[in-house]
């Protein structure tokens, strides 16, 4: 009896869904596009993140060398940066490393070195630092102190861009939490009008069921599970076309995705339990949905 009746909901589930027609398209087409834009930011935001994870542990600040410093300058400058808190590692860079490191990063345009006869490039050291220190403030003190010692030249650092990024990557979760808001609260008074439309439409149907004794419960459950079908169809189809769109930018970027995300395996899909939010959130906002219209209508 048990099974019966758990195989008569499924069944009714279904013809309810067939039922529907354009009704149950347009729900399915609605939330699909909501959580594909919604995917997209969390894509984005992402992706980006591993980005300025990456910057951030290779940071490095170089400091350059004037051409004519003398051994115990360059010692006394290194024994400098050895005892500097933010330091976490030095790197030596002789001006011979230098140009072979530049010939590297420019080959196939060799023109450029056309023409020199000595070696323009500097020696310098190359530091790491540690991640508390890396802040613009910090960075801007370390640099000016830095810029004092005999025999250096100059001092680049590019933390800047690591912090303008990251703050991109927070502008981007606050429009996606606000965007994925917007776009859910949108699926749910989709899926409510369309499940609402199906009630109306089988209101004489759902009264004699009544009638003859049908629990609440009973009505409410194939209609509920329509909700939940269609909210998670609707994130699967989404997810479906994100790894679409996803494959296709990454096929269409190319080497620039490689150069971005510094090896083609940091661009990478959402993750499973990303995935499997996604449509536990689709089939909850579904059936939420449709709970609100059946009991709206079995009160009138």
Known sequence: MFWERIRHL?????????????????????????????????LLTLNLSAVVDR??????????????????????????????LAV?????VSKKQALAKFRKQTRG??????????????????LRIHEKYQTANSLGQLAASLKRVEGVEDVLYGQEWVERLTSVVEVMKIVGIVIGGVLGVASLFIVSNTIRMAVYARAQEIEIMRLVGATRTYVQIPLILE????????????????????RATLWQMDTSASIIFSGPELAQFLETEYRMAMIGIGVFLGGV???????????V
Not at 21 to 41: D, N
Not at 55 to 83: P, S
């Open 227 to 246: 909700g939940t079908l269609q909210g998670g169809l609707g994130a699967a189809l989404a997810l479906g076309l994100l790894y679409v769109l996803f």
């Open 289 to 299: 949905a449709s709970l609100v219209a059946v009991r709206r209508f079995l009160k």
């Open 88 to 92: 976490r590692e030095v790197i030596y």
């Open 55 to 84: 910057w951030a542990e290779d940071f490095q600040v170089v400091i350059f060398l004037h051409d004519n410093i003398t051994k115990e300058q360059q010692v006394l400058v290194r024994k400098r940066l050895d005892g500097e």
């Open 10 to 42: 499924v069944s009714e589930t279904f013809l309810n869904f067939r039922r529907g027609g354009w009704g149950v398209v347009a729900s399915v087409g609605a939330i699909t596009i909501a959580f594909l834009i919604a995917g997209i930011f969390l």
């Open 109 to 126: 345009q060799e023109s450029l070195l056309e023409g020199m006869k000595t070696n323009p490039l500097p020696a310098s050291f190359e």
